[in-house]
């Protein structure tokens, strides 16, 4: 084979090879800019949806902090309306959060907010008991904008849990007893009116 042909062919090669890995090193270089892009894009999505959330959340606690309840029997009033609506706008804002984590650490508080009944048969308890799951919401949602480690459950989330669990399976036994009860009493030679007739 003619040399200057192998010089060519040597040479086309080292073409292709340098050509290929000039390729290959954009193509990481551009992936890695994506990827990078796509964090940023992330993190500042987050980081609007978290200042939107503590927010609305900081709003709850001053509204919480200056509502008056009334001191007669418990029902109705309008401060659970107002604070459920902005509880429900703050969670709109946490679910546009990326990511898991932030999601399942606020999830805990943010029911029992929800479920602020279970406190007792005092608008002044209702209103304790949601003012402090709202309080630990905004602690989490500050470490988060710190870009800091969620901090464990609060003391009173642990609590408010344990009474919530308590209240409800008391609740549930109730039930089932009004059931059993409504059962006992019914009578047995009842048949509704589509039962087919016996023989």
């Known amino acids: 084979m003619n040399a200057d042909i192998v010089t060519a062919l040597a040479g086309f090669g080292g073409a292709v090879v340098g050509a290929g890995a000039s390729l290959a090193g954009s193509w990481l270089t551009l992936r890695k800019q994506s990827q990078d892009a796509r964090e940023v894009r992330r993190y500042e ?20 902090e200056t509502v008056t309840v009334p001191s007669g029997p418990i029902g109705p009033d309008p401060w659970e309306d107002h604070a459920k609506t902005l509880l429900t706008k703050a969670a709109v804002a946490i679910g546009r959060i990326p990511g ?61 849990q344990e009474t919530y669990d308590r209240r409800k399976e008391a609740e549930r036994r109730q039930y089932e007893r009004l059931q059993r009860e409504a059962f006992d009493d019914a009578d047995p030679d009842f048949t509704p009116d589509d039962a087919p007739l016996e023989p």
């Open 100 to 160: 898991e984590a932030l999601p399942e650490r606020i999830q805990k508080p943010y029911d029992l907010a929800r479920a602020y009944r279970y406190a007792g048969p005092r608008h002044a308890l209702r209103v304790r008991w949601m003012r402090l799951m709202v309080e630990d919401m905004i602690n989490v949602l500050l470490e988060y904008l710190r870009q800091e480690g969620l901090p464990e459950l609060s003391r009173e989330v642990v609590q408010f």
């Open 45 to 64: 999505i987050g980081r609007l949806a978290g200042e939107e959330a503590l927010s609305v959340l900081l709003q709850l606690r001053e509204y919480l």
